[in-house]
């Protein structure tokens, strides 16, 4: 029989541990090692049934074993103790505190999805995880945050696998009374409300669930309420599902209903206002036409015209883009678009002015098609890639929005994406920099001692993190198999899959086709021969998820798996289903190596081999993402790259052929030292002894965990957001809004002013003077440039010479720029500008000149994609 109505009972504790109940609904307990070994001495045996949850297992305690637990006086003072210590990390100030009144009171921070802990799955990939390391990177350095997001009643899917291995999705619905969340309400009890009017008389309205990421607040906006129908009810159902208008509303509300939502925490709690708007990825786009309609708004005390309000908005919002593959934007029919705002979803804000933000008015750009990322640049004054390749990547794939300008001086920077070290770092790592010199974390310049360490007991330290993780396997392993259809008296060889003694290989993340799960397979049998290798073999463990709609990443794990499945190696390779963060908890650390293999340029950042890192893994990787400016030579290996024009077949083979030689000539060997070999027959190498420690394998980790761990630390990542993003976009917000907007209105006027006149701009004629027939290095010369002005006056305009080498086709490289001054009017709107520059250089030497709008609250000389050159 099934239940007509399902609810969770919340555990009522006595006085003496109540503190378990905050401790246990405030997510910081999920990277609080303290704290989560205390859930689990309460009940080991629980706390694995509840799947590492405090608000499962304190709902499964019964009454009898909670006053045994209140009458442990030691178990009562070590709970009184992590509360106050709990109370004093949310409220004592930390590193952000220290800025004084020279940053922003209140930031917020919107994505679509958000990976804090297994038990609120609300993350699908890379941007979830990163997401989450974000906000709790937030809360320890007291940086105030507010994250604003979906709550999606299925989270992402969970994978199995069928009999022949196709990957299958489903789909468990969540209780959010059974999730550490609790919903926001109204002074009368009442839930709160967001509500946004949708097409044809119907409405989309949301409740708001809020959960504390240690000092973060975190508002999850979910449809399924009483009121909506059921379409509405099904905006929020999973992550990035559906398709056309299931995806823009989902997007809608996350951008316009997460302001919504914003403003009535801000009333219910009495938190500041945000003064900047982060925007992690496009999806959340639509958060800027939301704070434009307020700023529009009629019945406010003095609406703003459009440009005015864009102007004053931009200001203070960041955008961030993560991908560097086109088709993974998303992209909507215009129609839609006008649709959905004609129908009043932002009163007194001009559709066309909406459609215009999203449009892709530039080369090769699809006039039927609304582009959120496009958008998201549109609305923001500052974006970032989250790589320094990333942001080159990014400056090239979005070039055509500031035409006439080098990709170099795209106005898109970069913030390398970091980790959350205390999520990430093992356990057993944190016991033994205790132990070694009293510093948990990574972070800690202390951790430069791990040099004094003696390497058989980092080599122990190994071998206790590869054996859990095989422990693991084992376990998912059997379970996988059972869910395929197997039977137990089928599955004994699970018992002695992979070796604690062999060099171990990890490779997981999501599978679309540029990260090339199967590169590994190109030439089966010579990654057979690496496996069952007689001296030097090696084993790999491999998850990931192919997103439902996603055939050709589907069929490379089906491929993938039916190799694991052969019975000569699948003790030495297996692919783990349903990868997750519960998962990957045990993978990185067990891993030695954590492989990774994108088509470069297309990875963005790529953390999880920094998630390896900081627990004494070494990387090897294609120098893609992070990668390539954090690779020193020292930290791990670079797999070669086809940069010769060789077709995707040809460069696939040559890149495989590259990861094959690594691994037999330097990886394993480095790894084994001189271990002796390992019998075809025999179970494995036998644990290494003294003498048998590969002693440069142990400096490559010891120089890792010195030197990469803050380098790929989210508290870096954040530090930077803050220095570089969050207080110049305050600032530049704090300017725009002072005296009822009056710089934010100026700024719009003359914005329209150049705008306008723009058109009449041009270079008339340039000279030069002082060149003589022989020119040498140090010469000066003079430029002179005859420039229409039209209606703009000189002081609207910067005319520039830029300068440099010239190639064959006469374009400039190692440009460098050059002010020239008003010498002259020459009337009717014609000015002459002049300049010297120096010859720098010898051989081909080539100028230009250039005009471009000038105004202090540009951020950067291309801000307003206007140029003219000569």
Same mark, same amino acid.
């Given at each position: ?77 070590? $709970? ?82 069928s009999r022949d291995a196709w990957q299958q999705e489903t789909y468990p619905v969540l209780d959010p009374d059974g999730l550490p969340l609790t919903l926001l309400r109204e002074e009368d009890g009442s839930a709160a409300k967001v509500v946004l009017p &949708? ?19 975190? &508002? ?43 403003? $009535? ?26 704070? $434009? ?209 062999? &060099? ?206 803050p380098a790929v630390s989210a508290e870096r990542m954040l530090q930077d957001y803050v220095g570089q993003l969050y207080q110049p976009a305050w600032r530049a917000g704090r300017d725009a809004v002072a005296d009822s907007y009056a710089l934010a209105k ?125």
């Amino acid at each position: 029989m099934k239940a007509i109505r399902r609810f969770t009972v919340r555990t009522v504790l006595p006085e003496s541990i109540a503190p378990l109940g905050k401790l246990a609904g405030n997510l910081r307990w999920s990277w609080h090692l303290p704290t989560s070994r205390l859930f689990e001495d309460i009940d080991p045996a629980a706390w694995a049934a509840s799947g590492h949850d405090p608000v499962s297992l304190l709902g499964s305690v019964t009454r009898e074993r909670l006053r045994q637990l209140a009458a442990n006086k030691q178990l009562v003072q070590r $709970i009184q103790d992590l509360g106050a210590d709990l109370d004093s990390y949310l409220n004592e100030p930390r590193w952000y505190q220290s800025l004084g009144e020279d940053a922003p009171r209140s930031i917020a921070y919107f994505s679509p999805e958000y990976g804090i802990s297994a038990v609120l799955p609300q993350y699908s990939g890379g941007l979830g995880i990163l997401a989450g390391d974000h906000l709790k990177s937030a809360s320890d350095l007291g940086v105030p945050l507010i994250g604003v997001g979906l709550l999606y009643q299925a989270g992402y899917f969970k994978q199995s696998l069928s009999r022949d291995a196709w990957q299958q999705e489903t789909y468990p619905v969540l209780d959010p009374d059974g999730l550490p969340l609790t919903l926001l309400r109204e002074e009368d009890g009442s839930a709160a409300k967001v509500v946004l009017p &949708l097409p044809n008389g119907r409405q989309l309205s949301a409740h708001i669930w809020r959960a504390d990421v240690g000092r973060v607040p975190l &508002l999850l906006l979910d449809s399924n309420v009483a009121g909506n129908d059921e379409a509405a009810r099904n905006v929020t159902d999973r992550l990035y599902g559906g398709g056309g208008d299931q995806r823009l509303q989902q997007e809608l509300l996350l951008g316009m209903g997460g302001v919504k939502a914003l403003r $009535i925490f801000e009333r219910l709690t009495g938190v500041p206002a945000p003064e900047v708007f982060h925007t992690n990825e496009g999806h959340a786009g639509f958060l800027g036409i939301e704070r $434009i309609r307020e700023l529009m708004d009629p019945s406010s005390e003095s609406p703003m015209s459009w440009e005015e309000a864009l102007t004053a908005g931009r200001a203070s919002t960041v955008f961030t883009t993560h991908t560097p593959v086109p088709a993974g934007i998303d992209r909507f029919d215009r129609s839609q678009i006008e649709h959905f705002f004609n129908a009043g979803l932002a009163h007194s804000v001009p559709t066309d002015k909406v459609l215009a933000l999203g449009a892709e008015n530039y080369v090769d750009g699809d006039p039927g098609k609304f582009n959120m990322a496009v958008m998201g640049l549109r609305l923001a004054q500052r974006a970032n890639g989250v790589a320094k390749l990333h942001g080159e990547v990014s400056r090239g794939m979005f070039s055509g929005l500031w035409p006439g300008f080098d990709t170099r001086e795209v106005p898109i920077t970069s913030v390398t994406n970091g980790v959350h070290v205390p999520s990430w770092v093992d356990p057993l790592i944190a016991d033994f920099a205790r132990k070694n010199f009293g510093a948990e974390s990574i972070l800690d310049p202390k951790w430069s001692r791990v040099y004094d360490v003696a390497d058989p007991e980092i080599w122990a330290l190994r071998r206790s993190l590869r054996s859990n993780l095989v422990a693991d396997v084992r376990r998912r392993l059997r379970a996988s198999w059972k869910a395929r259809g197997a039977a137990d008296a089928e599955l004994a060889w699970t018992d002695s899959v992979l070796d604690p003694d062999v &060099l171990t290989i990890g490779f997981a993340r999501r599978v679309p086709t540029y990260k090339r799960l199967t590169l590994m397979l190109r030439d089966p049998a010579r990654l057979k021969a690496l496996l069952l290798h007689p001296e030097h073999p090696i084993q790999l463990v491999i998850a990931g998820k192919s997103h439902p709609a996603d055939e050709q990443g589907k069929r490379m794990i089906q491929d993938l798996v039916r190799f694991t499945d052969d019975p000569a190696v699948r003790h030495r390779i297996v692919f783990l289903p349903n990868y997750d963060i519960a998962m990957a908890r045990t993978l990185f650390p067990g891993c030695d190596v954590w492989l990774n293999n994108p088509l470069r340029p297309l990875e963005a950042c790529g953390t999880s081999g920094m998630k390896s890192a900081i627990n004494g893994g070494l990387n090897l990787s294609v120098l893609d993402g992070w990668w390539d400016e954090m690779y020193d030579g020292d930290n791990g290996w670079a797999i070669p790259t086809a940069d010769n024009g060789a077709s995707a077949d040809d460069r696939d083979d040559i890149e495989a052929a590259a990861l094959y030689d690594l691994l037999e000539t330097q990886v394993s060997p480095r790894f084994y030292g001189s271990a002796p070999a390992v019998g075809a027959g025999a179970a494995g190498p036998s644990a290494p002894s003294q003498d048998r420690i590969p002693h440069q394998w142990i400096a490559m980790i010891k120089h890792t965990m010195a030197t990469l761990g803050p380098a790929v630390s989210a508290e870096r990542m954040l530090q930077d957001y803050v220095g570089q993003l969050y207080q110049p976009a305050w600032r530049a917000g704090r300017d725009a809004v002072a005296d009822s907007y009056a710089l934010a209105k100026r700024t719009a006027a003359w914005r329209s002013r150049i705008q306008g006149g723009w058109s009449a701009v041009q270079v008339e004629h340039v000279d030069s003077v002082g060149v003589t027939e022989d020119p040498q290095i140090g010469d000066s010369l003079t430029v002179n440039a005859y420039v229409a002005l039209g209606n703009l006056d000189p002081d609207d305009v910067a005319v520039e010479v830029a300068f440099g080498r010239a190639t064959d086709n006469d374009e400039l490289d190692n440009v460098a720029l050059e002010d020239l001054g008003v010498a002259e009017n020459l009337g009717s709107g014609r000015y002459l500008f002049t300049g010297g520059i120096t010859i720098d250089h010898s051989g081909s030497f080539g100028y230009t000149v250039r005009v471009l709008p000038r105004h202090s609250t540009l951020v950067s000389k291309a801000e307003l994609g206007l140029v003219v050159n000569a």
